[in-house]
């Protein structure tokens, strides 16, 4: 596998219900993002890992909490979303967490995504 | 102002067309900028990086104007497959986050 992978691909759940989204990157990189993408607004940061360690909580609610269990996998659990919460939600990496210029150390590459529908 | 903006179109243009799109950024001090292609229902791809007046590479170029503080993405000779959203990046200088705009939607006909 190459890439930044994301699984599930889909995920239908209940208000009640919880469950986790799962990032993998195989690129060596040292800096991991979760991304929200709303119907016709701009990606939304949600948080930011460098080197395992979470650097940016960017204002989300609490039922959402990410785990970094090391530099190549990145979780996002879910736990009593709401239906507003419905959204693709996608992770990135970078190789360093910010770039010199024309270094692209700072360019990010997705994951596929997994689109989140909450009922 | 929005930290980046872009217009949201959509831009209908014919196959062979030449299309242009711009995108103004706030913050005067950002030194790299980007832009990425989303097509529908997939992630964000890097398109083009342009860190000092422009880059370009076969169709399309990139310019940046930082006395207006706008970069602009020109696509030559249109195909069906650019048909896409266009989004502008910019990364934040005081940190990691990075800025994107909401995307400018291309619908290339035959």
């Known amino acids: 596998e190459t890439g930044v992978t994301q699984t599930p691909r889909h995920l239908v759940m209940g208000m009640t219900n919880k469950k986790s989204l799962k990032c993998e990157q195989h690129l060596g990189h040292n800096a991991m993002y979760w991304y929200k993408q709303s119907a016709k607004k701009p990606l939304e940061l949600m948080f930011v890992y460098s080197l395992e360690e979470r650097v940016e909580n960017n204002s989300v609610p609490s039922r959402f909490s990410p785990e970094c269990p090391n530099s190549s996998h990145l979780f996002l659990h879910l736990h009593t979303l709401q239906p507003e919460d419905s959204a693709l939600y996608l992770c990135?990496?970078?190789?360093?967490?910010?770039?010199?210029?024309?270094?692209?150390?700072?360019?990010?590459?997705f994951g596929a995504g997994s689109r989140l529908t909450v009922l | 102002r929005k930290e980046v903006e872009q217009d949201p179109g959509p831009f209908n243009v014919p196959e062979g067309a030449t299309v242009a799109f711009n995108c103004t950024y706030s913050n005067s001090a950002s030194q790299s900028f980007f832009w990425y292609r989303q097509d529908c229902r997939k992630e964000p791809k890097l398109l083009m990086s342009v860190y000092s007046s422009g880059n370009e590479d076969g169709r399309f170029t990139a310019q940046l104007n930082r006395a207006s503080q706008y970069i602009s993405l020109l696509i030559r000779d249109s195909k069906l497959s650019d048909s896409a959203t266009y989004l502008c990046?910019?990364?934040?200088?005081?940190?990691?986050?990075?800025?994107f705009g909401a995307g400018t939607r291309l619908f290339v006909k035959a």
């Open positions: 990046v910019v990364p934040d200088t005081g940190g990691f986050k990075t800025i």
């Open positions: 990135a990496s970078s190789q360093e967490l910010t770039g010199g210029l024309g270094s692209g150390a700072n360019v990010l590459t």
